[in-house]
């Protein structure tokens, strides 16, 4: 019988190799060349190495696992981690033995995986157990600028934690350390803007459009609009007045709907937001994919998984081509985000999400720390009213990764005025 749930083996010998290769991995597979702590925060994180720990970050591209383990050995401790259950099989479970190496378990999306829970609340009520968190979940945002809607499970399971500390150890807590990671390119503005625009007029000629004199900015908002209308008319879309938001909302939510169909999905909210219907849409595949027994999975063929993977990557591309997000504050990140949904859509190039090429420019990643929480500070109201103490806890949470990406916003600068987009 398949094994689904698959634990946490940690091994020496993995570790130690991994804890080599992480910056050269780092560099190869994300261009990211250093991370960049203050060293007060590294000193406040040290002081952390004894409790129980629950460190949360954002979660906008892969390059965040990779980065909390080079935390962790830059402070002298070790975390575990999850990861979906499908990437374990990568390379005929290559890659799942060294997950589990590192101290990584498995988390099946999309049903009550309690193996998964179980693993979780144990590591986390164990003497100065840690564990890494991305709240916002899958997908990732792929925007650097921009948080998701947190989760709540994993606060309720933080809470269960507790109580199994607290049943061996009375005075036992667990600390949340949310912290913000904002990635900026440090190539010299003048020389980015020489490359986006090398970059821009390659998916230009590809479009038959033709840049027109128009700035930066103007060009990639005209190729967002070209491959807008493109969708729309390959779609069979019916062209109205309304502005660039109002369509290609109506687009991502139409490829959407029209893959939940094609799947015959039970449980699909056609009145959600694109996320949570991309979510719905991406763990099914996923339960299909590592042969989850459930009769209300679809039986799909391989040609009709692989189109609807496609289709998923088209439709979190218009996710996340979000106008005013670029023409608000037109940095080199920002531009770069958008080139990546670009050479998705047009150049059929593997989004970085899914293991693609590295990113085009040498970046660091500057990681700021917020306050900690304690979840035994909130014991007392999580017994008065679970759902309204969660929902508190965790919009405290984001409150403060919010204010230290709003903070992070200094680090970078526009390349064009913002706002500059004319005629497009």
């Not at 608000?328 to 990140?333: D, Y």
């Amino acid at each position: 019988m398949k094994t689904f749930f698959i634990p946490p083996e940690f091994n020496i010998a993995i570790a130690w190799f991994s804890d080599a290769l992480n910056p050269v991995t780092l560099k190869t597979t994300q261009n990211i060349q250093n991370i960049i702590i203050k060293p007060e925060d590294r000193e406040r994180v040290i002081t952390l190495i004894k409790d129980r720990l629950l460190f949360f970050t954002n979660h906008p591209s892969q390059a965040e696992p990779m980065i909390a383990y080079r935390i962790a050995n830059m402070v002298g401790t070790r975390f575990h981690y999850m990861a979906t259950r499908r990437a374990f099989d990568f390379l005929n479970g290559f890659v799942g033995r060294w997950f589990q190496g590192t101290g990584t378990f498995s988390v099946m999306p999309g049903v009550a995986d309690k193996e998964s829970m179980k693993m979780t609340r144990y590591i986390l009520s164990q003497p100065q157990g840690k564990l890494v968190i991305f709240p916002e979940g899958e997908p990732m945002c792929s925007e650097n600028d921009s948080l998701m809607p947190f989760q709540p499970g994993i606060i309720k399971l933080g809470f269960s934690a507790l109580a199994d500390a607290r049943a061996k150890e009375p005075d036992a807590d667990i600390t949340i350390l949310p912290a913000f990671i904002k990635y900026v390119i440090t190539t010299p503005h003048d020389q980015v803007i020489l490359n986006l625009e090398k970059h821009i007029s390659v998916i230009e000629k590809k479009l038959g459009a033709e840049a027109g004199g128009r700035n930066l900015l103007r060009r990639f908002l005209m190729v967002g609009r070209i491959l807008q209308e493109n969708a729309e008319k390959d779609y069979g879309i019916e062209v109205t007045d309304e502005d660039y938001n109002f369509r290609v909302g109506k687009l991502r939510h139409f490829i959407l709907d029209r893959m939940a169909d094609m799947m015959k999905l039970k449980h699909y909210d056609r009145e959600a937001d694109a996320i949570q219907k991309l979510r719905v849409i991406t763990t099914t595949l996923e339960l299909i994919e590592v042969g989850y027994p459930s009769p209300d999975l679809p039986k799909l063929s391989q040609k009709e998984l692989d189109y609807i993977n496609q289709e998923c990557i088209k439709a979190y591309d218009f996710i996340v081509m979000k106008r005013d997000y670029l023409i608000s504050n037109p940095t080199p990140e920002r531009f770069y985000e958008w080139l990546q949904r670009f050479e998705s859509l047009v150049l059929g190039k593997r989004p970085r999400m899914l293991g693609g090429e590295p990113h085009h420019e040498p970046r660091d990643a500057h990681v700021f720390f917020a306050k900690t929480f304690k979840f035994g500070d909130y014991v007392a109201d999580y017994k008065k009213n679970k759902n309204e103490c969660v929902g508190r806890l965790l919009g405290s949470l984001k409150n403060e990764m919010q204010r230290l990406l709003d903070e992070s916003q200094s680090l970078t600068s526009p390349i064009v005025a913002p706002g500059d987009i004319g005629g497009t």
